[in-house]
């Protein structure tokens, strides 16, 4: 496994003598629903090191095999260090999506005209995010959003709508300054099969010889975190006193296995609720969004916040409905993009003395991937966080 570091503009052109060769180490991460991060480990001592000045941006593109297509791999330099005792130089920063911390929405609303008090409809709501920046999208919002923004960067803005509805977005890998939305369904979200299968043990023949099937090295860490876990949620919006906002009056109907009511008498104490979970053992929750509000005075708007604060109280409540299960592993022998995002299936058995200890067989969704390719070379050891 080759790889060189490509120093660039900010519309990919290449700058000076040639590709860096010299760097011993390579980590990309990429993240769901955030930006990622280049961290790139070179010798002080390359003269071409000194093109990273500290009060300046750089691009960067990490190069693998002569690849130099995937978009994951581009960061934008923002923090260097060096060691006086091993003379490196680390350099790190975000990865393309670093761009959208760079500008702000200001004030925007979302809303389908200034002063309906309708919500903005799902298919202009990522048009007027990104207007102006230079950034693309693919794929649509599940939901109409009525929101409005106070000077957001675009990505917290994009983070800010995935909270509300749900959805979930990542960077593209395939085409530059794009953000591919991910909606999600009426009974939640369901991410897309990567076609991979993790597992710890097999035969070595085998295992080489198909694609579709990935190593575990080192094990797993299963982690289950059930400090949040509710089975009704009472969720107050924006407003103080007799003027905040509430479920009551909202057009939402509650989805199947989910209860919503309504207490005209005292609307705090609304409350949206999983069925069966809340009967087995209610185990209430409160949550303020306090910045769900109308956007005006009129019954329109009113309408407008109180069915977008159901639509946040649905998966806010989702969410924690169980302990929030996940997993940190470390894969070899990936032959695939491994995209956030998507799902793959995790096959883990460990046995001591005959006692299943560890049986993992599930498909899980894809939180986070850190690729790192060294100076050793080899196959590039992929760390990744998923969840259940």
């Not at 930006?35 to 002080?44: D, F, M, R, S, T």
């Not at 991910?182 to 991979?196: I, Q």
């Amino acid at each position: 496994m080759a790889y060189t570091v490509d120093i660039e503009t900010s519309a990919g052109a290449r700058i000076g003598e040639g590709p860096l060769r010299s760097a011993s180490s390579i980590a990309v991460t990429n993240k769901l629903d955030a930006a990622g991060n280049v961290q790139i480990e070179l010798p002080a001592t390359d003269p071409r090191t000194a093109a990273f000045t500290p009060n300046a941006y750089h691009y960067v593109r990490a190069v693998i095999d002569g690849d130099a297509t995937d978009q994951r791999r581009r960061g934008i330099i923002k923090e260097r260090g060096t060691g006086s005792e091993s003379m490196s130089l680390s350099l790190s920063g975000p990865n393309l999506l670093g761009e959208l911390l760079h500008t702000h929405v200001g004030m925007l609303a979302l809303e389908s005209a200034p002063g309906s008090g309708l919500p903005m409809p799902a298919a202009s709501v990522l048009g007027a995010i990104l207007s102006g920046s230079g950034w693309t999208s693919t794929g649509v919002p599940s939901k109409a959003v009525y929101y409005q923004f106070g000077d957001e960067t675009r990505l917290a803005a994009l983070i800010k709508v995935k909270d509300l509805i749900g959805d979930h977005f990542r960077l593209s890998h395939t085409v530059v300054r794009q953000i591919e939305w991910l909606p999600t369904t009426a009974a939640g979200f369901d991410a897309v099969d990567s076609g991979l299968r993790a597992v710890d043990s097999g035969s070595p023949s085998a295992l080489e010889s198909n694609d579709a099937v990935c190593l575990i090295v080192g094990g797993l860490q299963d982690v289950a975190d059930g400090h949040q876990r509710i089975t009704r949620l009472y969720p107050r919006g924006a407003g103080n006193a007799g003027a905040r906002l509430y479920l009551n009056g909202t057009t939402r109907a509650a989805p199947a296995g989910y209860t919503l009511v309504i207490n005209a008498a005292d609307p705090s104490q609304s409350y949206l609720a999983h069925t069966a979970n809340d009967a087995a053992g209610s185990i209430s929750g409160v949550e303020t969004f306090r910045d769900i509000a109308p956007l005006d005075e009129s019954a329109t708007a009113l309408v407008s916040a109180a069915d977008m604060l159901f639509d946040a109280t649905l998966v806010s409540l989702r969410r924690r409905l169980e302990a929030q299960r996940s997993f940190r592993l470390k894969l070899t022998k990936v032959r695939g993009p491994l995209l956030v995002g998507t799902s793959i299936r995790v096959v883990c058995r460990h046995f001591v003395d005959g006692y299943g200890w560890m049986l993992v067989d599930d498909d899980a969704m894809i939180l986070d991937t850190t690729w790192r390719w060294t100076a050793e070379g080899g196959e590039a050891e992929v760390g990744v966080e998923v969840t259940l």
